[in-house]
């Protein structure tokens, strides 16, 4: 849709002022009827060459930024992930994170096998009772989602 010199040089006048797209998309529709999608006024602003205000970010925002705050650096028990889309073989699968932060696959077969698909180190063999939390988290999450 075309806009006259005048609406341009409005809606120029909008996005210097700060207004969001959102907003100057409202106030065509209600100043001047003319009903624009969001992608339409984005381009309509791209045409007209017209370049957003970058706004201003305080020092404390700044500084909240840079320095992000560390809650607990230990890993805490062990946590599971079901993967969207199974494996070739597998009823379903996911990861798990044990609570000393290895990371391994796992795969529930079409049989009802459970099955731990090796990390970076073969050897690896979690500890027994992180073994017992994974089956009873696992066996939770598999119930909720319905297997």
């Given at each position: 849709m075309?806009?006259?010199?005048?609406?341009q040089s409005?809606?120029?006048?909008w996005i210097?002022?700060?207004?969001?797209?959102?907003?100057v998309?409202?106030?065509?529709r209600?100043?001047?009827?003319?009903?624009?999608t969001?992608?339409?006024?984005?381009?309509?602003?791209?045409?007209?060459?017209?370049?957003?205000?970058?706004p201003?970010?305080?020092e404390?925002?700044?500084a909240?930024?840079e320095?992000?705050e560390?809650?607990?650096?230990?890993?805490?028990?062990?946590?599971?992930?079901v993967?969207?889309?199974?494996?070739?073989g597998?009823?379903?699968?996911?990861?798990?994170?044990?609570?000393d932060g290895?990371?391994?696959?796992?795969?529930?077969?079409?049989?009802?096998?459970l099955?731990?698909?090796?990390?970076?180190n073969?050897?690896?063999?979690?500890s027994?009772?992180d073994?017992?939390?994974?089956?009873?988290?696992?066996?939770?999450?598999?119930?909720?989602?319905?297997?």
């Open positions: 075309d806009l006259s010199d005048s609406q409005t809606v120029s006048t210097a002022d700060g207004k969001s797209l959102a907003e998309q409202r106030m065509l209600e100043e001047f009827s003319i009903s624009m969001y992608m339409d006024v984005r381009f309509l602003v791209d045409d007209l060459d017209i370049v957003f205000a970058e201003e970010v305080s404390d925002a700044d909240a930024s320095e992000p560390v809650v607990d650096a230990q890993p805490a028990g062990v946590t599971i992930d993967d969207a889309i199974p494996r070739p597998a009823l379903v699968n996911g990861s798990v994170v044990f609570s290895v990371k391994l696959g796992w795969q529930l077969s079409s049989a009802g096998q099955g731990l698909i090796p990390g970076d073969p050897e690896y063999r979690p027994p009772e073994v017992q939390d994974f089956q009873a988290q696992l066996q939770a999450v598999l119930q909720q989602k319905g297997y």
